[in-house]
């Protein structure tokens, strides 16, 4: 049993890296990915949805998870609009800028 929780554990681990290291390569431009962030999101929120199936049909577990998907299921949408308006006021000002 313990093998199969620490195999699992360390895939989760290795997605999650990964996932950081593609939101520390999108980040410092982040008006023009929103392609990648919201690819990157919808995985997460993926993550809360599996979360919920799971709480709805065995119950929660032991431990306090619940935050964790409470922030998967809530978090991702937030992050995507604030990128997404960050993205359309990029891209308003340098038409404003390629007016003057």
Known sequence: MWATIDYMFRAFAGIWFAMGLMLAWIIPSIERHSAWLGFI?????????????????????????????????????????????VASQSRAGSSAAEGS
């Open 41 to 85: 999101f919808l995985a997460v929120f993926a993550m809360g949805v599996g979360r919920l199936i799971s709480l709805t049909a065995f119950g929660p577990i032991p431990t306090n998870s619940i935050g964790a998907m409470f922030a998967e299921l809530v978090l991702p949408p937030v992050y995507v609009f604030w990128q997404r308006k």
